[in-house]
């Protein structure tokens, strides 16, 4: 038997972690000087996001809106189909092999062909990509959790004469919902970073991505991190709602 | 009496358990003792504390007051000298080892050479008459046949004392019957002391040489009734009035009251 | 028909569906597209719906298979094909390289996190954020440490860093799904290897780790998947040649002339991804006794 740890200590394990990692950042390059010059100082970081605050927002603004709309409308789409697949067998099977080689396969390698069938011009190619980076936990989550019904409950529903509607809405639904939340955190934060990946991939020269990777390119090292910090926060964000939205939703489910 | 002739002795052992609605006390003032070779039934309602007592023989849980000893060592120094065998409620078989895989889990991790595992898993599941399963797996057994192989399990390495946590409770009756029978020829056999927790009280009967009677609130020990069936433990014991008259002993001391029958009103 | 081949079939009728639904959509829609919110005057103004049906913008299906089979820049130079699988290979192999030492670092953290609960609470959340990082941040930090260890004299070839860029897109599952399976095991089955006395690492050998495969094995899927991700965007990061990311970029760049070309290297990174997860796919068939009771991914 392990002895029991104080319950404070979840809190203050990660954040001393977080401590050491950044104190180890801080010596190995202002103190020590062994860092490569491609890793800036966090004190230089956090200067440069101070001084670009405002295009550092904007550009997070473009990647945020491509991730939300591709979270959104594959998040849609995915439960549409998850819908049809649970009800209409043959197009389970259609749609199974499909997203699993979906799943397995590099997504954002087709931006530049997107980017061409879009214009260049259009930010459509990278919210594409984050919608079929999201499309699929998404769908494979919903499509288990319709399946998730008990069978003592589906007895229960018919020994009741209940009619297919009143027993997708008082059973289906409600079994499905949690599974639905955790699709939906695993989608999100594959949306964000869908997005921005892509934007590396071609397309307009505005976006997180973009800003990224022409900062590096012109050794500006600590303004391309303090990008990334912009990234990450987008990041976080998505992903902090959709957990908070999974545990308020699952508190209450059946297991 | 030599403490090599006690299995267990609890004196005054109580357990408390911490909980967030204030202390449980789950346990109190047990005495007890169980010579070598002796079948003990542990009997109560949920909250009797019997199972936490098993736990605390094991050394899974460790007392709060009073002193337990298995054969005269401290209960941690008797797991650590695997002095007993142990059989749970499920059959806590690992799904991806084979029935003698399972069987000679307790050899391999005391490093058991390889012919003398083969030898012994032979023996015990012939013990246990599972001869022709030796190389299925858990998910082609039944329940039934999931509790024999850990019952051979925790005979693998011929314990002097098994503590078996109500074994049986989640098989049906005509099963359950059947294996009482097989394990009350199996103690026998091996002379092993057995502590065993059951809520069934013709199951205590059956098996035991004495049924200690527990009760809840605070878990304690009420009654300790002797059963002197000896040697007679076989199916026809079931139909005897002798067995029915210690089957309302037993039922008696639970309830605290002489039981009224219809016939006597 | 047994499952497996109705299986194979409904995909086969799937791919088919998609191939119908494109060339239905080319030959019926608007050769504009659909473009929502457009000013007269203004090119490139509005959203764009639904892509422009041109030849340009969506080439029929067979000329995409075909352009496969035709020279790669005119003349006499090999079919397209050959390029393309040849990079292709190139940039599984990097990737493998990633995925093993992803693995590797995964398991390891999964092992620590398991015995260790302080661990676990302070490493775990990390590992979660480190995923909300992205890889365009790393990749010039890498490829630099990458040359310095090299001019200093230990050997660090270019695709060194690509692979370790995937690595640390292919460690996250692994880290995740082996600590899941490492605690899975049940209460009863702990307890059991504590009433025969066995230690730690007894206990982690004949129980957690075997308990631990069906969680793994989806895991690795998932890891492999993540490092032909990784190595497909560090190439491009990094602007390492020969692999299938950096063709990706420039037949990309000659859409307006052969908009077809572009869709080779495409349909290789798709194969690329199928035969990666195939490959590990392969590793649970031998491994077939310890995941009765398997947990799908």
Same mark, same amino acid.
């Given at each position: 038997?392990?002895?029991?740890?104080?319950?404070?200590?979840?809190?203050?394990?990660?954040?001393?972690?977080?401590?050491?990692?950044?104190?180890?950042?801080?010596?190995?390059?202002?103190?020590?000087?062994?860092?490569?010059?491609?890793?800036?100082?966090?004190?230089?970081?956090?200067?440069?996001?101070?001084?670009?605050?405002?295009?550092?927002?904007?550009?997070?603004?473009?990647?945020?809106?491509?991730?939300?709309?591709?979270?959104?409308?594959?998040?849609?789409?995915?439960?549409?189909?998850?819908?049809?697949?649970?009800?209409?067998?043959?197009?389970?099977?259609?749609?199974?092999?499909?997203?699993?080689?979906?799943?397995?396969?590099?997504?954002?390698?087709?931006?530049?062909?997107?980017?061409?069938?879009?214009?260049?011009?259009?930010?459509?190619?990278?919210?594409?990509?984050?919608?079929?980076?999201?499309?699929?936990?998404?769908?494979?989550?919903?499509?288990?959790?319709?399946?998730?019904?008990?069978?003592?409950?589906?007895?229960?529903?018919?020994?009741?004469?209940?009619?297919?509607?009143?027993?997708?809405?008082?059973? $289906?639904?409600?079994?499905?919902?949690?599974?639905?939340?955790?699709?939906?955190?695993?989608?999100?934060?594959?949306?964000?970073?869908?997005?921005?990946?892509?934007?590396?991939?071609?397309?307009?020269?505005?976006?997180?991505? $973009?800003?990224?990777?022409?900062?590096?390119?012109?050794?500006?090292?600590?303004?391309?991190?303090?990008?990334?910090?912009?990234?990450?926060?987008?990041?976080?964000?998505?992903?902090?709602?959709?957990?908070?939205?999974?545990?308020?939703?699952?508190?209450?489910?059946?297991? | 009496?030599?403490?090599?002739? !006690?299995?267990?002795? *609890?004196?005054?052992?109580?357990?408390?358990?911490?909980?967030? +609605?204030?202390?449980?006390?789950?346990?109190?003032?047990?005495?007890?003792?169980?010579? *070598?070779?002796?079948?003990?039934?542990?009997?109560?309602?949920?909250?009797?504390?019997?199972?936490?007592?098993?736990?605390?023989?094991?050394?899974?849980?460790? +007392?709060?007051?009073?002193?337990?000893?298995?054969?005269?060592?401290?209960?941690?120094?008797?797991?650590?000298?695997?002095?007993?065998? !142990?059989?749970?409620?499920?059959?806590?078989?690992?799904?991806?080892?084979?029935?003698?895989?399972?069987?000679?889990?307790?050899?391999?991790?005391?490093?058991?050479?390889?012919?003398?595992?083969?030898?012994?898993?032979?023996?015990?599941?012939?013990?246990?008459?599972?001869?022709?399963?030796?190389?299925?797996?858990?998910?082609?057994?039944?329940?039934?046949?999931?509790?024999?192989?850990?019952?051979?399990?925790?005979?693998?390495?011929?314990?002097?004392?098994?503590?078996?946590?109500?074994?049986?409770? +989640?098989?049906?009756?005509?099963?359950?019957?059947?294996?009482?029978?097989?394990?009350?020829? !199996?103690?026998?056999?091996?002379?092993?002391?057995?502590?065993?927790?059951?809520?069934?009280?013709?199951?205590?009967?059956?098996?035991?040489?004495?049924?200690?009677?527990?009760?809840?609130?605070?878990?304690?020990?009420?009654? !300790?009734?002797?059963?002197?069936?000896?040697?007679?433990?076989?199916?026809?014991?079931?139909?005897?009035?002798?067995?029915?008259?210690?089957?309302?002993?037993?039922?008696?001391?639970?309830?605290?009251?002489?039981?009224?029958?219809?016939?006597?009103? | 028909?047994?499952?497996?081949?109705?299986?194979?079939?409904?995909?086969?009728?799937?791919?088919?569906?998609?191939?119908? =639904?494109?060339?239905?959509?080319?030959?019926?829609?608007?050769?504009?597209?659909?473009?929502?919110?457009?000013?007269?005057?203004?090119?490139?103004?509005?959203?764009?719906?639904?892509?422009?049906?041109?030849?340009?913008?969506?080439?029929?299906?067979?000329?995409?298979?075909?352009?496969?089979?035709?020279?790669?820049?005119?003349?006499?130079?090999?079919?397209?094909?050959?390029?393309?699988?040849?990079?292709?290979?190139?940039?599984?192999?990097?990737?493998?390289? %990633?995925?093993?030492? %992803?693995?590797?670092?995964?398991?390891?953290?999964?092992?620590?996190?398991?015995?260790?609960?302080?661990?676990? /609470?302070?490493?775990?959340?990390?590992?979660?954020?480190?995923?909300?990082?992205?890889?365009?941040?790393?990749?010039?930090?890498?490829?630099?440490?990458?040359?310095?260890?090299?001019?200093?004299?230990?050997?660090?070839?270019?695709?060194?860093?690509?692979?370790?860029?995937?690595?640390?897109?292919?460690?996250?599952?692994?880290?995740?799904?082996?600590?899941?399976? =490492?605690?899975?095991?049940?209460?009863?089955?702990?307890? =059991?290897?504590?009433?025969?006395?066995? %230690?730690?690492?007894?206990?982690?050998?004949?129980?957690?780790?075997?308990?631990?495969?069906?969680?793994?094995?989806?895991?690795?899927?998932?890891?492999?998947?993540?490092?032909?991700?990784?190595?497909?965007?560090?190439?491009?990061?990094?602007?390492?040649?020969?692999?299938?990311?950096?063709?990706?970029?420039?037949?990309?760049?000659?859409?307006?002339?052969?908009?077809?070309?572009? /869709?080779?290297?495409?349909?290789?990174?798709?194969?690329?991804?199928?035969?990666?997860?195939?490959?590990?796919?392969?590793?649970?068939?031998?491994?077939?006794?310890?995941?009765?009771?398997?947990?799908?991914?």
């Amino acid at each position: 038997m392990t002895a029991a740890l104080p319950a404070w200590a979840r809190f203050v394990a990660p954040a001393a972690v977080g401590a050491i990692l950044l104190g180890i950042w801080v010596v190995l390059v202002d103190v020590v000087h062994l860092a490569p010059r491609a890793l800036p100082s966090p004190v230089a970081v956090g200067e440069q996001l101070v001084q670009h605050w405002d295009i550092i927002l904007e550009d997070m603004g473009v990647t945020a809106t491509n991730a939300l709309v591709g979270l959104a409308v594959g998040s849609i789409l995915a439960i549409v189909l998850a819908g049809l697949a649970a009800a209409i067998r043959p197009i389970d099977g259609m749609l199974a092999p499909l997203v699993a080689a979906i799943a397995v396969v590099p997504i954002v390698a087709i931006t530049p062909i997107l980017n061409t069938m879009f214009g260049a011009s259009s930010q459509f190619g990278r919210q594409a990509v984050a919608g079929i980076a999201a499309f699929v936990p998404v769908f494979i989550n919903v499509l288990r959790g319709l399946h998730q019904t008990r069978p003592v409950h589906r007895d229960l529903l018919r020994a009741s004469a209940a009619t297919p509607w009143q027993t997708f809405r008082t059973l $289906t639904l409600p079994t499905a919902l949690p599974y639905l939340m955790t699709g939906l955190r695993i989608a999100s934060s594959l949306a964000v970073i869908s997005a921005l990946v892509a934007e590396y991939f071609g397309g307009p020269s505005d976006g997180i991505g $973009t800003a990224i990777a022409t900062a590096a390119k012109s050794g500006r090292a600590a303004l391309a991190f303090a990008y990334v910090a912009g990234g990450i926060a987008i990041g976080l964000v998505f992903f902090l709602v959709t957990s908070l939205l999974e545990r308020i939703v699952t508190r209450r489910s059946p297991v | 009496m030599t403490d090599e002739t !006690i299995a267990v002795r *609890a004196a005054g052992v109580g357990k408390v358990f911490p909980t967030k +609605a204030g202390e449980v006390v789950a346990l109190t003032g047990v005495d007890l003792e169980v010579a *070598a070779g002796e079948f003990v039934s542990l009997i109560g309602p949920s909250g009797c504390g019997k199972s936490t007592l098993l736990r605390l023989i094991a050394d899974l849980d460790e +007392a709060t007051s009073g002193t337990l000893s298995v054969f005269g060592k401290t209960a941690h120094q008797a797991r650590l000298d695997q002095d007993y065998g !142990i059989a749970f409620q499920q059959a806590g078989l690992l799904p991806w080892r084979t029935v003698g895989a399972n069987i000679a889990l307790p050899l391999e991790l005391h490093g058991v050479g390889k012919a003398d595992r083969e030898a012994r898993i032979a023996e015990l599941v012939d013990l246990v008459g599972l001869t022709d399963f030796v190389d299925r797996h858990p998910d082609q057994l039944s329940g039934g046949m999931q509790q024999r192989v850990a019952i051979a399990r925790a005979l693998a390495e011929r314990p002097r004392l098994l503590l078996m946590d109500e074994p049986f409770g +989640a098989l049906d009756e005509m099963t359950r019957e059947y294996l009482q029978s097989e394990l009350a020829r !199996i103690a026998a056999e091996t002379g092993a002391a057995v502590v065993f927790v059951t809520h069934s009280i013709p199951e205590a009967v059956f098996l035991s040489d004495r049924v200690v009677v527990m009760s809840p609130r605070p878990g304690r020990i009420t009654d !300790i009734l002797p059963v002197d069936f000896g040697d007679a433990r076989v199916e026809g014991l079931r139909e005897s009035p002798e067995y029915f008259e210690r089957v309302t002993a037993v039922r008696e001391a639970l309830h605290g009251a002489p039981v009224e029958r219809p016939n006597e009103r | 028909m047994s499952r497996r081949a109705q299986a194979w079939t409904w995909g086969a009728v799937g791919v088919l569906a998609v191939v119908a =639904l494109w060339e239905l959509y080319k030959w019926l829609g608007p050769a504009d597209g659909v473009v929502v919110g457009a000013e007269d005057g203004r090119a490139g103004s509005g959203v764009i719906l639904l892509p422009r049906t041109n030849d340009r913008a969506m080439p029929h299906v067979w000329v995409m298979v075909g352009r496969l089979f035709e020279s790669t820049s005119g003349g006499s130079t090999p079919p397209l094909i050959v390029p393309v699988v040849s990079a292709a290979v190139l940039t599984l192999g990097v990737a493998a390289v %990633g995925w093993l030492i %992803g693995v590797v670092v995964g398991f390891v953290f999964a092992l620590v996190m398991q015995r260790w609960r302080l661990a676990e /609470w302070g490493i775990l959340p990390w590992i979660v954020v480190s995923q909300t990082v992205p890889l365009i941040a790393f990749a010039p930090l890498v490829a630099s440490f990458g040359s310095q260890l090299d001019r200093s004299g230990v050997p660090w070839p270019q695709w060194l860093s690509v692979a370790v860029i995937a690595s640390y897109l292919a460690f996250f599952p692994v880290a995740v799904g082996a600590l899941r399976g =490492l605690q899975s095991p049940d209460r009863a089955h702990v307890e =059991l290897m504590r009433t025969y006395a066995a %230690g730690y690492w007894p206990t982690l050998v004949k129980l957690r780790l075997p308990a631990a495969v069906p969680h793994l094995l989806p895991a690795l899927r998932l890891a492999a998947a993540n490092a032909v991700v990784g190595a497909v965007v560090a190439e491009v990061s990094i602007g390492m040649r020969g692999g299938i990311g950096r063709m990706l970029i420039q037949l990309a760049g000659q859409g307006s002339s052969d908009p077809a070309a572009a /869709w080779g290297p495409t349909f290789g990174a798709v194969a690329l991804g199928l035969v990666a997860a195939g490959s590990v796919a392969l590793i649970g068939v031998g491994l077939k006794n310890y995941r009765r009771g398997e947990v799908a991914a």
